[in-house]
């Protein structure tokens, strides 16, 4: 078990694979439901009920690719070699997506669902590998926060970019052409990710072997099977879902909200950017927190005052927007802390697991966490969906009823709230692998491979 010291630039290369996968993963999380619905004419229920029965698939595609990752074998490694060959295919898939053909209605919601189906099939094929290189790069348990520190300050920069430059990109390049806008845009964005895709590729490297693992149907069954009695893994899994729920919602829902609730369009910019910083601040951190205090309490302290800052963010009155943006603020930095947090504690149950029972399932841990985080970013949407519906929310129009801004506000503030709490109670009564445990565990693995 390596305690290597990675480099500045490893540690930079492996950031800038999640920055590629947020310059698109976020801008599907804060756009896609608003092009869907704005630019592509597609009724808000059919988006949101599109977005859940669309993840069904991905209960065949995830275990698949991460079971398909555990076996691959090159002189790449295990996971890299993924994100060599999907990086292009993903940046296309990018642009379709964001395309509205000249078609009906009826031919509109047939080409969205099978060009949203084939952006996250891509999306598994090239993020599962990605996510599981982070747990082979390094055992030691204080490189990978750091290395997750970059990884997310980078995330957050790539996020960053995508999303806040979004909008002024479609006004740029579409002007009064919006749809034209979008895809332009998603264009130029897409050529940048997988550029930074290829950096991740070259600058990183495998240096925890696992042992080989059966091959074959029955063997791929084992790996399912030991991977769901893994009762760490399940508890992050819960984690991971109501994390993204809390975030997708208010992303979602955060243009809605600025132009209705804050009704002022022309800030969204500014108010993403604000959270972003945050972001970033929170990023760079948490390294230092974690190093200073346990990283489970630390979690679990973020999500607690991220409750109280959530619900709190209800009663705030309209027209006071500085104490908004500060909220946002605040919000940005202490979801960030946990967030590098919760992915360590993933890899860590990877560890766990390998004690357990001897086997080291790195492809298939974290292609279940992917699954469970794209079902959460599609309950999240559709929730946004079902909910604008049930609101009475109308597309284009110069005014909306009092359900819908009290509906849009509920999702912005309260949504969030509920799923920080959630996450706070499930950390403190079920996840026992704190600082002490992991460095038991640590130890009794050295033992093995000497």
Known sequence: MSSQILSLKEKIGYGLGDAASHIVFDNVMLYLMFFYTDIAGLPAAFVGSMFLITRILDAISDPCMGLLADRTRTRW????????????????SCYFTYTVPELSLTGKMIYATVTYIALTLLYTIVNIPYCALGAVITSDPQQRISMQSWRFVLA???GMLSTALMMKMVEWIGGEDKAFGFQASIAILAVLATIMFYICFFTTKERVIAPQNSSGFKGMLTDLKDIWQNDQWRVVGFLTVFTIIGTSVRGGVMMYYVTWIMESPKLFSIFLTTYCVGNILGSAIAKPL?????????????????????????????DTVTIMFCLMFIIGVLHQVMTPIKWV???DTVDYGEASNGKRLTGISFAGTLFVLKMG???????IGWMLAAGGYQAGATAQSSSTITTITLLFTVAPGICYFLCAAIAKMFYKLDSHEMERINAKLSRVMR
Do not use: D, E, Q, Y
């Not at 489970?296 to 619900?311: E, R």
């Not at 970013?377 to 929730?383: N, Q, W």
């Open 377 to 383: 970013l599609a309950v999240g949407g559709a929730i």
């Open 345 to 347: 504690m993933m890899a």
């Open 156 to 158: 957050t920069a790539g």
């Open 290 to 318: 974690s190093s200073h205090f346990c990283k489970v309490k630390v979690f679990i302290s973020c999500n607690l005052i991220l409750t109280v800052l959530s619900f709190a963010m209800f009663f705030v009155p309209m």
């Open 77 to 92: 490694g295990k996971f890299r070699p993924w994100i060599l060959w999907a990086a292009i295919p993903f940046g296309i």
